[in-house]
């Protein structure tokens, strides 16, 4: 059995947003699950590996709740290898793929749509881009689809759908997303303007009508819908509020009042909403955090489980909570060298984007020192090595 104790550590954010702290300064992983928070001297004693977080903030690792992965750590759309790997040391140890959008000549008939949605779930479910668990192939709806496509899709591994486009045929629209949720699928709706040359603005009515799960980046992606349509949404319907770092920042700031207001904490979850035409942005779920705390009235703890337990409820990742049973997908943060908080939530409250020191996925350390982010002031030390 692989023990390993993280002891010292400052702040501890549990993953849950009704109680986003711990008051524990230690963990214990064993056999790379969380065996314990706050365990004993004797126990910590045991642990072949020790590692001494002098003070720093240990989170869940965060799960990117919107992506456009294609298939391995490859984005065509921006040329580019690697941005995974990147995307891990800014923090990331999970990703949802909100449809492998980017995929070079795409298909957009039933049997192309199927084949890789089912290719893309399988390919990262057995290939894990520098050990990040990625979520992949959202089946992108497309008109013609039977009910027998939305089985077949989820008994091969595919865990949700998404309407990008709005069908024309309103009641096959609203079919799907009925057969979707009859098969065990999430059903995503983008809300916003057109990122896409040919698909059409949403509204509030039409996302009503069709009932998704989630409302993905319902402050825009890239525009967003109209302030009054995005607050209909949050206020007259129960479902899952995506934010997005690529969105409308303006309608971020508007959505938290209201998100406060109702008391609808449970509700959000975080991502980038990239790779695309945007751009890639390591340090993206990082820097929204850091806007959401310093811009709003929402506290950086808060705003942290939102980006990490909130999704894995949502999606069901046995991750982002620092709880006994779950995967040791972790990251010790902390204020960057240089900034004037103390510490790495202070950090995020201040504006200043925490650094990162270290991040686990599994119980290994599968970054020592990020590569993406400026030093932290603090440095962790490795007291011992099993
Ligand atoms: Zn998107």
């Not at 751009?279 to 929402?298: R, V």
Request: glycine letters at 10%; hydrophobic letters at 45%.
């Amino acid at each position: 059995m692989t023990t390993t104790a993280i002891v010292n550590v400052g702040a501890m954010v549990s993953g849950d947003v009704r109680a986003p702290l711990h008051r524990a300064t230690g963990v214990l992983i064993e056999n790379g699950r969380i065996a314990a928070v706050g365990p004993d001297e004797a126990a910590v004693a045991r642990a072949g590996t020790v590692i001494d977080a002098r003070g720093m903030t240990l989170i869940p690792g965060l799960i990117d709740s919107h992506t456009h992965p294609a298939i391995g750590d490859f984005t065509p759309r921006l040329n580019t290898v690697g941005w995974i790997d990147s995307y891990l040391h800014g923090g990331v140890t999970s990703m949802v793929s909100t449809g492998e959008l980017h995929v070079p000549g795409r298909p957009r008939d039933p049997a192309g749509i199927k084949a890789l949605a089912i290719l893309a779930a399988k390919s990262f479910k057995n290939a894990r881009p520098s050990g990040v668990k990625v979520m992949g192939g959202t089946l992108v709806l497309e008109p013609g689809l039977k009910e027998a496509d939305f089985a077949e899709v989820a008994a091969q591994g595919v865990k949700a759908v998404k309407f990008i486009q709005e069908i024309t045929d309103r009641a096959e629209a609203i079919q799907f997303s009925k057969w979707a949720k009859a098969h065990g699928l999430k059903v995503l709706i983008h809300c916003g303007g057109t990122s896409l040359p040919d698909v059409p603005t949403t509204t509030a009515k039409t996302i009503m009508e069709i009932e998704p799960d989630v409302l993905a980046h319902l402050n825009g992606g890239p525009t967003s819908l109209s302030f009054d349509d995005i607050d209909r949404l949050i206020r007259q319907t129960p479902w899952i509020i995506d934010l997005v770092r690529f969105g409308n920042p303006r309608a971020v700031f508007m959505m938290v009042k209201t998100i406060l207001e109702i008391d609808a904490l449970e509700r959000v979850v975080l991502g980038t909403d990239s790779p695309t035409g945007n751009g890639m942005e390591p340090l993206g779920m990082l820097h929204l955090i850091t806007f959401l705390a310093s811009c709003t009235a929402l506290p950086a703890p808060e705003a942290v489980c939102m980006a990490t337990g909130n999704t894995a409820r949502v999606y069901g990742f046995d991750t982002g909570f620092i709880a006994p049973g779950r995967a040791a997908d972790l990251a010790l943060i902390d204020a960057a060298r240089g900034s004037y908080a103390p510490g790495a939530l202070e950090a995020f409250a201040l504006g200043d984007s925490p650094a990162v020191a270290m991040v686990m996925i599994d119980g290994e350390m599968v970054v020592t020192k990020s590569k993406m982010t400026v030093p932290t002031q603090r440095s962790y030390t490795l007291v011992r090595k099993g």
